[in-house]
Each structure stands twice: as C-alpha cells, then as structure tokens.
C-alpha cells in the first residue's frame, strides 16, 4: 500500500463538488481524486497514492519513471491484485 | 528477472556504483525508513551490488508492520459485529492480532471488504445507508491526506453511518526516537521520499542538526535510491549533517498545502504505541474532536480492549535496525509469511517477508564466513 505510481491525466470533473479525474497509469486507466492538486491539467503527470494524487511530475521526469514501472511489472502489481481496472 | 540483469548492467547503475565505491573509506550504516525502499532494494538486489562498507539498516517505515496489536484488535472486534461493512486495505487482512486476523473474521462470516481508496469506503456507505461501514485509516503521511479525504467528505455529505478507525504514524518522530537511543547504530537517513511529498522537507533540518546526521529524501526506484545511498556517503566522508533533497522531482521544501491544511484539521498529534517497538511521543494522528462523531473507536466503544504482543517475535528490534530480519532465530522457521507472528512478515513492505521472498534466507555475517 505504500506504492505511488506515475502515471498521465486524462480528464478532469467535478464529483460531489470535488476534483476528480482519469489517470493513465502505463495503460491502466483509474478515477483518481485530484482534490490536492487544485491547479491540475488534462495532459499533466502525477504521482498518486491509494487513488489520490499527492503531487505533480514534469513530463521528462514522469516517462522515466513510468518506463520503469512497466518494466519492474509494477502496475499490474499495484492494481492487479484488484481485478477491477479498465484497460484503455 | 531479465530487467534486473539490464539494470545492474546498465551504464547509469555502474557510474552511481563506481561513484560510491570511489568515495566510500569506511564503514557506514545507513537507515531506508521507508517499507517500499525496503522492498525495492531487496528486490533489485542493491544490497549485494554496494560495497561491504555501506551497510543497509531497514527501517520503521512499513505502516502494516507498526500499527499496533491493540489496533488491530480492535478492528477485529468491530469487524466481526452484525451488521458491520469492514473496509481495509488489502495488506491489513492477514496481519495477526491477539488471536486471529481479518481474513479468519471474514471466513467467519464478517463482511470485510478490500478497498483500495478510502473513497471506496465511503461510496459503500452511501450505497447501504441501512449498515454500519467501518474505515480501518492506517498509514504515514502519504496516506493520511487520503484518509482525511474520506473522513471529511463523509462529514460534508452527512453520512452518518460511515466511520474511521484511525491509527496514523509520522516519520520523523520515529527517526528521532531511533536517533535518540543509545543502541543505535545509523549514521545516515534516507527520508521517505512521498511522505516528503506530502509534508515537504522542513521538519528534517532540526533532526539532522540536533543528532548530526545526514538525511538524505530518496526516492524508490533503483536509480534513486543509489542516488540517494550516494549522497548519504559523500555527507558522511566529508563529516557534514544536511537535510539534501535527491527526488526532487517529487519533493519540494514545502511539501503539498492543501493536504497539510486538511491533515491540520481532521488529526490532532497523539502519543503512539508502534508496533514491536512501543510508544513513541507525538507520533501518531488521531481524529480531532471536531471528527469525533465519525471515530469507530468511540462509535463501537472499543477503547477499553488491551493486548500484549507475543515474545517470540523480535519485529521490534528488527524496525529500529538493531537485528537483520534473518538474525532472529524464528525466521522461515516458526515465522514465514505463511504462518507470520509479526507483521513483518506479513506485508509486502515488511522486512521480514523481503528478506524472505528475496531469498536472504542466511545472515549476511554467514555469507562472508562460507565465501571464505
């Protein structure tokens, strides 16, 4: 549980009155709740944590670490066990 | 396995190697806090790629680990009650407690759900406003931002049947009580870089000047955490004592506001029992009294159960860095992450079950005497 992942935002909405989005996580897609980063864009890199994202990545930065997710299978890792993913 | 071969073949592994090799004179202990460093070390084998002067401690920093028996205990009460929707973390479910675990109060009948935002939890509240759903809010300060969401959210939306079992831990009260005992062996920190994500860098600068310690924010893949043991090095060769920043991309001094604003509101700072390792002063959140209508503590009156930890189970000293995990005479004997008596053996992030999933089944002091 203590794993944050890199991953690219795809949407953003309000929900309930709170910033929520879709991330990309190396083609995993989830809801994440943007609520902490109220200056987010479409197309930005974050890192999240138990659905939330805690702070931002620049884009350089963000590839690599997701390259290196991908390869290490920790995204399978992270929200496999789950089963409840969509791919994109 | 074949990213690992790449890895440890890989021009940047071999320069930060041969730039720690090169700077390293003696021997040095240095402390990862965090669990996921932990693992991530183990895993990709940096503890058998670094010189045998740099010595690795494992730290504190896995949350299923040092959340207290009692705690545990008391989500086992709460979850074993009619009616109760139980929602945890998948890592909770097999840690022991007194006398059984989540997973036995689930085949038991319980409802114990695995949930992996806390916003989960609260969405099954309002969609079964007619039961009791329980939030088990573990975690350091990556984690509690979530929790504190959650909480908060079901406050503004009044959902009244949704409460938190709070037993929240904070890093640096830990490292100084590391630092302050007399049997410490840690020369160096390497900060947990998304706790420092969350709370930023500047409770550290204190810390490393009182105690003369280098702390190090470090990241968690394998680049940066030799980036992270290198810094380390070059700190303790020079004899300085900085608080340095090597995951930038992820860390600023300040740290994330608006998370910082709700924690301030939703916790109040408590002594904490951890673990195997026992209270440690103003290390803990605990729901603040404007949130006490949402405590599961209070709700389920469970605050009057106690337990005592078992003695054949040496995590204690395992997270303070004072035994390796393989040094403790149960180890893939009584205690496997099958048939687990500490936490540490039990979640991914636990020392115990790296050491043990990781193949370092053998004390690294007998490895030297066999290579002999």
Known sequence: MCLAVPGQVKEIYGENGMQMGRVNFGG????????????????????????????????????????????????????????????? | MKYQEEFRNSGAVQRLLAEIRETVTRPWSLMEVCGGQTHSILRNGLDQLLPKEIRLIHGPGCPVCVTPLVAIDRALAIAARPGVIFCSFGDMLRVPGSDKDLFRIKSEGGDVRIVYSPLDAVKIARENPGREVVFFAIGFETTAPANAMAIEVARQQSI???????????????????????????????????????????????????????????????????????????????????????????????????????????????????????????????????????????????????????????????????LKPNQCPAFGKQCTPRTPLGATMVSNEGACSAYYNYGRLIAAEELLCSAK
């Open chain 2, 160 to 322: 009244r049947n949704f409460s938190a079992l709070v037993s929240h831990v904070l890093v640096p009260p830990a490292i100084e009580a590391i630092l302050s005992s007399p049997a410490t062996r840690v020369n160096a920190f390497l900060a947990a870089g998304h706790v420092c994500s969350v709370m930023g860098t500047w409770e550290y600068p204190p810390l490393a000047e009182k105690y003369h310690v280098p702390i190090v924010v470090t990241g968690f893949e394998p680049y940066d955490l030799l980036a992270g043991i290198l810094a380390c090095v070059r700190q303790l060769e020079r004899g300085e004592a900085r608080v340095e920043n090597a995951y930038e991309r992820a860390v600023s001094e300040q740290g994330n506001l608006p998370a910082q604003a709700l924690l301030s509101r939703v916790f109040t700072t408590i002594d904490r029992a951890w673990r195997g390792i026992g209270v440690i002063p103003r290390s803990g959140w605990a729901l603040s009294d404007a949130y006490r209508d949402f405590d599961a503590e209070h709700r389920f009156s469970v605050g009057g159960i106690v337990a005592n930890e078992s003695p054949l189970c040496h995590s204690g000293e395992v997270l303070q860095g004072l």
């Open chain 1, 28 to 88: 995993i897609v989830k809801e994440v709740c943007l609520a902490y980063l109220p200056e987010i864009a479409v197309g930005e890199y974050v890192v999240v944590h138990v659905g939330f994202a805690i702070n931002k990545l620049d884009e350089a930065a963000a590839m690599k670490s997701i390259r290196t997710f991908k390869d290490l299978g920790l995204f399978e890792e992270e929200f496999g066990e789950l089963g409840a993913f969509e791919s994109s």
